[in-house]
Protein backbone atom coordinates (compact mmCIF):
# COMPACT_ATOMS: atom_id res chain seq x y z
CA UNK A 1 0.00 0.00 0.00
CA UNK A 2 1.21 3.75 -0.33
CA UNK A 3 2.87 5.44 2.69
CA UNK A 4 5.01 7.84 4.30
CA UNK A 5 8.72 7.09 5.35
CA UNK A 6 11.63 8.93 6.60
CA UNK A 7 15.00 8.22 5.02
CA UNK A 8 16.73 7.67 8.03
CA UNK A 9 15.82 6.86 12.34
CA UNK A 10 18.10 8.70 13.45
CA UNK A 11 19.83 11.91 13.05
CA UNK A 12 23.07 13.74 15.01
CA UNK A 13 23.50 17.18 14.33
CA UNK A 14 26.08 19.23 16.28
CA UNK A 15 24.82 22.43 17.79
CA UNK A 16 24.90 25.64 15.34
CA UNK A 17 25.05 23.51 12.32
CA UNK A 18 21.77 23.03 10.10
CA UNK A 19 19.87 19.81 10.48
CA UNK A 20 18.19 18.37 7.06
CA UNK A 21 15.33 15.51 7.84
CA UNK A 22 13.98 13.88 4.31
CA UNK A 23 10.84 12.11 4.05
CA UNK A 24 9.78 9.97 0.73
CA UNK A 25 6.22 9.86 -0.07
CA UNK A 26 4.17 7.82 -2.62
CA UNK A 27 0.56 8.76 -2.73
CA UNK A 28 0.72 11.03 -5.73
CA UNK A 29 -2.71 11.86 -4.62
CA UNK A 30 -1.71 13.73 -1.29
CA UNK A 31 -2.26 17.05 -1.54
CA UNK A 32 -1.05 18.43 1.46
CA UNK A 33 2.00 17.88 3.62
CA UNK A 34 3.10 18.46 7.69
CA UNK A 35 6.25 17.93 9.38
CA UNK A 36 5.67 17.66 13.23
CA UNK A 37 7.63 17.75 16.28
CA UNK A 38 7.50 15.07 19.27
CA UNK A 39 9.07 16.04 21.97
CA UNK A 40 9.60 13.22 25.03
CA UNK A 41 5.99 13.39 27.26
CA UNK A 42 4.37 15.36 24.66
CA UNK A 43 1.85 15.21 21.53
CA UNK A 44 3.50 15.82 17.95
CA UNK A 45 3.74 19.75 17.63
CA UNK A 46 3.24 20.70 14.50
CA UNK A 47 6.15 23.33 12.62
CA UNK A 48 5.59 23.77 8.97
CA UNK A 49 3.06 22.65 5.84
CA UNK A 50 2.93 23.25 2.64
CA UNK A 51 0.33 22.48 -0.10
CA UNK A 52 1.23 20.20 -3.29
CA UNK A 53 1.08 23.31 -5.57
CA UNK A 54 4.15 24.88 -3.44
CA UNK A 55 7.96 23.60 -3.53
CA UNK A 56 9.22 25.67 -0.60
CA UNK A 57 7.94 27.52 1.87
CA UNK A 58 9.60 29.07 5.22
CA UNK A 59 9.10 29.91 8.96
CA UNK A 60 11.13 30.69 11.73
CA UNK A 61 14.31 28.76 10.90
CA UNK A 62 12.25 26.17 9.16
CA UNK A 63 12.17 25.49 5.27
CA UNK A 64 10.64 22.57 3.93
CA UNK A 65 11.18 21.67 0.55
CA UNK A 66 8.16 19.47 -1.76
CA UNK A 67 9.79 17.71 -4.78
CA UNK A 68 6.47 16.16 -6.45
CA UNK A 69 8.23 15.08 -9.37
CA UNK A 70 10.56 12.60 -7.13
CA UNK A 71 8.08 12.23 -4.33
CA UNK A 72 10.27 13.71 -1.76
CA UNK A 73 9.65 16.21 1.28
CA UNK A 74 12.23 17.92 2.88
CA UNK A 75 12.84 19.85 6.27
CA UNK A 76 15.55 22.32 7.07
CA UNK A 77 16.54 23.58 10.48
CA UNK A 78 18.75 26.54 10.48
CA UNK A 79 20.81 26.87 13.32
CA UNK A 80 20.37 23.96 14.99
CA UNK A 81 19.43 24.13 19.09
CA UNK A 82 19.52 22.00 21.99
CA UNK A 83 15.51 22.35 22.14
CA UNK A 84 15.40 21.33 18.62
CA UNK A 85 15.99 17.76 19.60
CA UNK A 86 12.73 15.58 19.27
CA UNK A 87 11.28 12.70 17.07
CA UNK A 88 10.64 14.64 13.67
CA UNK A 89 7.23 13.35 11.63
CA UNK A 90 6.65 14.34 7.99
CA UNK A 91 2.72 13.25 7.36
CA UNK A 92 0.67 13.27 4.03
CA UNK A 93 -3.02 14.34 3.71
CA UNK A 94 -5.56 12.72 1.06
CA UNK A 95 -8.62 14.81 1.63
CA UNK A 96 -9.13 14.05 5.33
CA UNK A 97 -7.08 11.27 6.26
CA UNK A 98 -3.39 12.07 7.69
CA UNK A 99 -0.43 9.52 7.31
CA UNK A 100 2.13 9.73 9.04
CA UNK A 101 6.03 8.54 8.47
CA UNK A 102 7.50 6.38 11.45
CA UNK A 103 9.39 9.55 12.09
CA UNK A 104 13.27 10.73 12.51
CA UNK A 105 14.91 10.95 15.86
CA UNK A 106 17.27 14.08 15.76
CA UNK A 107 20.06 14.79 18.33
CA UNK A 108 21.69 17.40 18.81
CA UNK A 109 25.48 17.43 20.21
CA UNK A 110 26.92 20.46 22.29
CA UNK B 1 -5.43 28.54 25.76
CA UNK B 2 -6.89 26.07 22.54
CA UNK B 3 -5.62 23.12 23.65
CA UNK B 4 -6.71 19.29 23.63
CA UNK B 5 -6.96 18.08 27.08
CA UNK B 6 -7.13 14.16 27.38
CA UNK B 7 -7.56 12.37 30.92
CA UNK B 8 -5.98 9.83 32.52
CA UNK B 9 -2.48 10.66 31.22
CA UNK B 10 -1.43 7.33 32.52
CA UNK B 11 -3.75 4.41 33.15
CA UNK B 12 -3.05 0.62 34.25
CA UNK B 13 -5.57 -1.70 33.97
CA UNK B 14 -6.76 -5.52 33.24
CA UNK B 15 -7.68 -7.52 30.49
CA UNK B 16 -11.57 -6.81 30.10
CA UNK B 17 -12.28 -4.02 32.38
CA UNK B 18 -13.89 -1.60 30.41
CA UNK B 19 -12.46 1.58 30.11
CA UNK B 20 -12.63 5.22 28.87
CA UNK B 21 -10.28 7.87 27.63
CA UNK B 22 -11.56 11.22 27.50
CA UNK B 23 -10.77 14.07 24.85
CA UNK B 24 -11.85 17.72 24.60
CA UNK B 25 -10.95 20.61 22.16
CA UNK B 26 -11.25 24.15 23.02
CA UNK B 27 -11.44 25.49 19.62
CA UNK B 28 -14.50 24.84 18.02
CA UNK B 29 -13.08 22.16 15.98
CA UNK B 30 -15.27 20.06 13.35
CA UNK B 31 -12.89 17.03 12.80
CA UNK B 32 -11.21 14.88 15.62
CA UNK B 33 -9.47 11.31 15.28
CA UNK B 34 -8.19 9.35 17.68
CA UNK B 35 -4.48 7.60 16.82
CA UNK B 36 -2.32 4.60 18.77
CA UNK B 37 1.24 4.88 18.46
CA UNK B 38 3.40 2.17 18.87
CA UNK B 39 7.52 1.72 18.36
CA UNK B 40 8.23 1.30 14.71
CA UNK B 41 4.51 1.33 13.83
CA UNK B 42 4.62 5.09 14.32
CA UNK B 43 1.23 6.77 14.29
CA UNK B 44 -2.15 4.83 13.42
CA UNK B 45 -5.86 6.28 13.19
CA UNK B 46 -8.23 4.41 15.22
CA UNK B 47 -11.38 6.35 14.64
CA UNK B 48 -12.29 9.76 13.61
CA UNK B 49 -15.18 11.69 13.21
CA UNK B 50 -15.92 15.00 11.12
CA UNK B 51 -18.89 16.60 13.27
CA UNK B 52 -21.71 15.63 15.85
CA UNK B 53 -22.75 12.22 15.76
CA UNK B 54 -20.81 11.62 12.86
CA UNK B 55 -17.73 8.94 13.25
CA UNK B 56 -16.01 6.65 11.06
CA UNK B 57 -13.28 4.08 11.25
CA UNK B 58 -9.77 4.63 10.38
CA UNK B 59 -6.84 2.03 10.02
CA UNK B 60 -7.07 -0.19 13.20
CA UNK B 61 -10.49 0.47 14.81
CA UNK B 62 -11.01 -3.17 16.06
CA UNK B 63 -11.54 -3.07 19.72
CA UNK B 64 -12.24 0.29 19.57
CA UNK B 65 -15.41 2.39 19.91
CA UNK B 66 -15.81 6.14 19.95
CA UNK B 67 -18.81 8.81 20.57
CA UNK B 68 -19.40 12.32 19.21
CA UNK B 69 -22.05 13.63 21.31
CA UNK B 70 -21.09 17.07 21.74
CA UNK B 71 -18.46 19.00 19.39
CA UNK B 72 -15.58 19.44 21.76
CA UNK B 73 -16.07 15.98 23.04
CA UNK B 74 -14.96 12.22 21.12
CA UNK B 75 -14.27 10.11 23.98
CA UNK B 76 -12.21 6.92 23.31
CA UNK B 77 -14.17 3.67 24.84
CA UNK B 78 -12.15 0.12 25.37
CA UNK B 79 -15.40 -2.27 26.13
CA UNK B 80 -12.79 -5.13 27.14
CA UNK B 81 -9.10 -3.84 26.78
CA UNK B 82 -6.57 -6.81 25.47
CA UNK B 83 -2.36 -6.76 25.85
CA UNK B 84 -2.48 -5.61 22.15
CA UNK B 85 -3.94 -2.82 23.17
CA UNK B 86 -0.78 -1.41 25.68
CA UNK B 87 -0.05 1.99 23.85
CA UNK B 88 -0.02 5.42 23.87
CA UNK B 89 -3.14 6.68 22.43
CA UNK B 90 -3.30 10.44 21.01
CA UNK B 91 -6.37 12.76 20.67
CA UNK B 92 -6.33 15.49 17.79
CA UNK B 93 -8.72 17.92 16.19
CA UNK B 94 -8.41 20.21 13.46
CA UNK B 95 -11.04 22.50 11.50
CA UNK B 96 -12.84 20.37 9.13
CA UNK B 97 -11.41 22.52 6.05
CA UNK B 98 -8.77 20.92 3.49
CA UNK B 99 -5.34 21.94 4.71
CA UNK B 100 -5.73 22.61 8.17
CA UNK B 101 -3.08 20.36 10.31
CA UNK B 102 -3.66 18.23 13.38
CA UNK B 103 -3.66 19.82 17.15
CA UNK B 104 -2.32 16.97 19.00
CA UNK B 105 -3.54 16.14 23.20
CA UNK B 106 -0.18 15.05 25.06
CA UNK B 107 -1.26 11.77 24.84
CA UNK B 108 -2.64 8.73 27.52
CA UNK B 109 -0.77 5.76 28.43
CA UNK B 110 -2.48 2.55 28.40
CA UNK B 111 -1.04 -0.61 29.86
CA UNK B 112 -3.29 -3.69 30.27
CA UNK B 113 -2.10 -6.07 31.92
Known amino acids: GESVGLHLPTLSVQEGDNSIINCAYS??????FIWYKQESGKGPQFIID?????DKRQGQRVTVLLNKTVKHLSLQIAATQPGDSAVYFCAEMEDYKLSFGAGTTVTVRA | EAQVTQNPRYLITVTGKKLTVTCSQN?????MSWYRQDPGLGLRQIYYSMNVEVTDKGDVPEGYKVSRKEKRNFPLILESPSPNQTSLYFCASSPLGRNSPLHFGNGTRLTVT
Open chain 1, 27 to 32: NSASDY
Open chain 1, 50 to 54: IRSNM
Open chain 2, 27 to 31: MNHEY
